[in-house]
């Protein structure tokens, strides 16, 4: 009988090889990579933990699920050290996304009540108001809007800039205006979700998914157009995946610029050499590697210095994810500065398309002893405009 | 799986060390010491699927300076504490898979990184991750060349502590080549530097003695080496071969003639089918794949030399474009070991006069082990002297018998083969755990004799990863 056992599992791995049946799960297969992705995450290199490496968050994952570890604040921590930029996937050999990995956990252990107190106040805030930061900020520029047949652009700022940028938010609107769009708002927008998913809250993403949903929907715009990355994930990738279809092309507001590229009037004149900082959810989740960088050519040509690291090779700015700049600020910061630091190197200016990122580098750029301007890419279309 | 009880000597070790250096360097938490656990000893991989593996780490600092390690070193020194470096983890020997609680330091939060370009050296601290180095460079104009299949997850100090080596190596050579001048802590807490010289007449090398020491003598802290200018021309070439005594002769008279393709891979006829099956016409082969890199007029004239020696035929250079998009595609241990496939590589060096005996009787010793599925091997770093042969096994246990013991077996048959067939036993993943047993065969008894001293020398309290290499 001995090597008999050999023999009988020769079979079966025979099927496999044939794909006929199933290997191992994906974070067990994270869980035995050497961390073939470790290069390419921020966290990785900037926290330089093994804890936290990308397939080091998996084998804590994957202890978890096995029980072999008490999931407890203490051992869910190297859950939430993830920026959610997908940058792992472009290096596994298998394209699996560390994030994705640690949703299931991070799922799970919201569902047991283990939360930590930081994200527990955003997803009360989300519950209630339907905003992270707590009651909803309403903007002149955001006027409440009644339905216009003839209205083609719905346009969504998202969470950020109504906090930080609402400047923002008003030059993008003159954008469309100049474009000839005709645009409609939400006066009360409300969250795309997307703290609440990666923190693993589904219930609450799910709520407002729906709602958002049915608002969306009920504007039968042609287009939806965000300026954050993330909510174009959400509302173009998330909802679908969870059952709630936007009936409509949803884009970030860099594809859209790149569609209607030809009826921008720019100024001819460029005076300085400006960089670009890739924003890793439109590079890796939305799948446009390239559309940022090829759009800042075409309207501005050799005096965009392309940094190095950047398309899919791009570095999440540290505020990524909805965890690691509430739970481990210092972190987020250090991989702000740490990014900023590399584009100051190929120019003072750096234009980005996330409000995230624009966050990371404005916090950033205090602990730099030089002149950065942070420019989000409508707020860069709008300087080069003929006024 | 046991979990470690807190000592007395252990709470005060890691309070001295808080004071030192800063509690926010310092972590005792179960996850981080599960994660520093082990590294990629294909061992290990077993114990963290059965759940069964030993925690040893009395807590894990992350110092930011050499400063910082001087403390680390004095502490650990004066409590005859164990202290393990550690780079990416990325071993495969079990050089950072200890017996004894000790301390774990964490070298990749020092990653400055400065280049002269006049001087074409690149000075780095220890965790510098592989590729962010090799990237930084290329976008500077410059390359290391020093680019292993751990490229993404490992470190910088982790190449040099093992003595490790890359794809690139025939033209650019060995880390052991590479390196000019090193930075070290070793106990009782010294800083020793070794200055960066284009030569130095000096008595031994120290560099050389501490490179490969697998954190047996010190801790790396600082690397200086040498760069290049970034290739001004690259021509990929692919031969086929009936058999691989055509392809190593070939080889062979190319290294002699004195030029240096920057890759060169000789797949037996087992491992073209297993990395190339895409390519039925190469199946049954043995098949050759050569990069040549450089400035523009030396590779031109190191193409020459290389299509008139090889003996084989030339054929579509897709093949190499294959082999440069897949090289880093490192998935046959998350796939096979939670079936119960128990998989490895070794890597051997032996000279041109004995390669085609080693290569044989190697395989032949690993087929013969009940269980073993496949056992084959492909040329992958070479010599004017000689050659290296990277053996790959699969197999499953026969039944009644541990996971650990068959392992076992197979490497001790590969291991003795190689020793009788006048091979080294490791050309660059260096010995860790694994390879201890053959320190003797490998240097001799007085060899190893006076490696133990030396090691006892400089570590008098044995509290440098002690157990590894047998030192």
């Known amino acids: 009988m001995k090597g008999f056992k050999t023999l009988s599992r020769l079979p079966i791995i025979l099927k496999f090889l044939k794909g006929k049946i199933k290997g191992p799960d994906d974070i067990t297969k994270c869980t035995l990579c050497p961390n073939m992705c470790r290069n390419a995450c921020p966290v990785g290199i900037v926290d330089g933990s093994e804890t936290t490496s990308p397939s080091g968050k998996s084998k804590i994952g994957f202890l978890l699920r096995e029980n072999v570890l008490e999931k407890n ?272 190197d190929f120019s003072n200016t750096i234009i980005t398309a996330c409000p995230s990122c624009k966050l990371a580098f404005e916090n950033a750029k205090k602990s730099i002893d030089k002149e950065v301007n942070i420019l989000d890419i409508v707020e860069f279309v709008d300087s080069l405009q003929n006024k | 799986m046991p979990l470690k009880k807190e000592s007395n000597k252990n709470k005060k070790i890691v309070e001295n060390l808080e004071k030192q250096i800063g509690k926010n360097k310092i972590s005792t938490k179960i996850s981080d010491v599960i994660s520093y656990s082990y590294d990629y000893w294909p061992i290990s991989l077993h114990w963290i699927l059965k759940k069964n593996f030993r925690i040893v780490p009395i807590a894990i600092v992350w110092p930011n300076s050499t400063e910082d390690i001087r403390k680390i070193i004095q502490i650990c020194f004066k409590e005859k504490t164990p202290v393990y470096p550690f780079g990416g983890g990325s071993g495969v020997l079990g050089a950072l898979s200890p017996e004894k609680e000790g301390i774990i330091i964490d070298l990749k939060r020092i990653r400055n990184i400065k280049i002269n370009i006049e001087n074409l050296l690149v000075e780095c601290g220890a965790g510098v991750n592989g590729h962010y180095l090799e990237s930084y460079l290329n976008n500077k104009g410059f390359t290391l060349g020093n680019i292993p299949q751990s490229l993404y997850p490992s470190t910088v100090g982790g190449w040099v502590g093992t003595k490790a080596i890359g794809q690139f190596s025939t033209r650019y050579g060995g880390i052991e080549q590479m390196v000019t001048g090193l930075e070290i802590v070793a106990p009782p807490g010294k800083v020793i530097t070794l200055k960066p010289y284009p030569r130095t007449a000096t008595g031994p090398d120290l560099r ?121 595609n490192v998935k046959e241990a998350s796939e096979f070991v939670p079936m119960g496939v128990v998989f490895d590589t070794i890597e051997v060096a032996v000279g041109w006069n004995d390669a085609i005996k080693l290569y044989e009787n190697v395989i032949k010793s690993m087929k013969q082990i009940k269980g073993v599925i496949f056992a084959s091997a492909h040329a992958s770093h070479f010599y004017p002297q000689g050659i290296c042969f990277y053996f790959t096994f699969a197999g499953i246990p026969p039944v009644r018998e541990k996971v650990v013991d068959f392992y076992n077996k197979v490497w001790k048959t590969a291991m003795d083969s190689t020793v009788e067939n006048g091979g080294t036993i490791s050309h660059h993943h260096g010995i860790g755990r694994q390879k201890t047993p053959w320190m003797n065969d490998e240097l001799g008894q007085e060899g190893f004799v006076l490696l133990k001293k030396l090691k006892k020398c400089v570590d008098e309290k044995n509290i440098m990863n002690p157990g590894n290499m047998g030192v």
Not at chain 1, 191 to 213: H, Q, V
Not at chain 1, 270 to 285: A, E, G, Q, R, Y
Not at chain 1, 305 to 323: A, I, L
Not at chain 2, 295 to 318: C, F, L, R, Y
């Open chain 1, 73 to 344: 604040k203490e051992n869910i921590f190297p859950m939430y050290m993830c920026l959610s930029c997908g940058c792992c996937e472009n290096y596994c050999p298998f394209n699996f996304s560390v994030s994705d990995i640690l949703h299931l956990i991070k799922t799970d252990v919201v569902e047991k009540g283990i939360i930590y107190d930081e994200f527990k106040k955003v997803l009360d805030n989300l519950e209630k108001y339907g905003y992270p930061y707590g009651p909803l900020k309403i903007h002149e520029a955001i006027k409440p809007i009644t339905i216009n047949p003839r209205q083609r652009i719905l346009y969504l700022s998202g969470c950020i800039f109504r906090e930080n940028n609402p400047e923002v938010i008003s030059k993008t609107l003159n954008l469309f205006a100049k474009l000839d769009f005709n645009v409609s708002t939400i006066s009360k927008e409300k969250c795309c979700g997307i703290p609440a998913y990666n923190i693993g809250d589904m219930k609450i993403f799910k709520d407002l998914a729906k709602n958002n949903t049915k608002i969306i929907n009920g504007f039968k715009p042609d287009i939806v157009v965000t300026s954050c990355p993330s909510c174009a994930l959400a509302y173009r990738i998330l909802y679908p995946k969870n059952g709630f279809d936007i009936n409509t092309r949803v884009l970030h507001i860099t594809e859209f610029l790149m569609e209607n590229i030809s009826y921008l009037k720019l100024k001819k004149e460029k005076n300085m050499d400006v960089t670009f900082h890739d924003p890793c959810k439109l590079v890796n989740s939305l799948k446009k590697p390239n559309v940022f960088s090829e759009f800042l050519k075409k309207i501005y040509n050799e005096n965009v210095v392309k940094p190095w690291r950047s398309g899919e090779n791009t570095f999440c700015c540290g505020y990524g994810g909805s965890s690691i700049c509430r739970i481990k600020p210092e972190l987020a910061d250090e991989i702000a500065l740490e990014r900023i630091t590399e584009l100051i």
């Open chain 2, 208 to 328: 050389q003695f501490f490179i490969g020491s697998e954190g047996t003598l010190g801790v790396i802290t600082k690397i200086w080496f040498k760069i290049w200018p970034n290739p001004e021309k690259r021509v990929k070439l692919a031969f086929i071969s009936g058999n691989l005594k055509q392809a190593i002769d070939s080889i062979r008279n190319i290294m002699q003639t004195g030029a240096r393709p920057a890759v060169v891979r000789i797949y037996d006829k087992i491992e073209t089918k297993r990395h190339f099956y895409e390519n039925e016409d190469i199946i049954g082969l043995v098949l050759t794949i050569i990069i040549i890199e450089g400035n523009s007029k030396i590779v031109d004239a190191e193409t020459q030399i290389i299509k008139e020696n090889h003996q084989g035929k030339q054929v579509k250079t897709e093949i190499v474009d294959h082999w440069l998009k897949t090289r880093f």
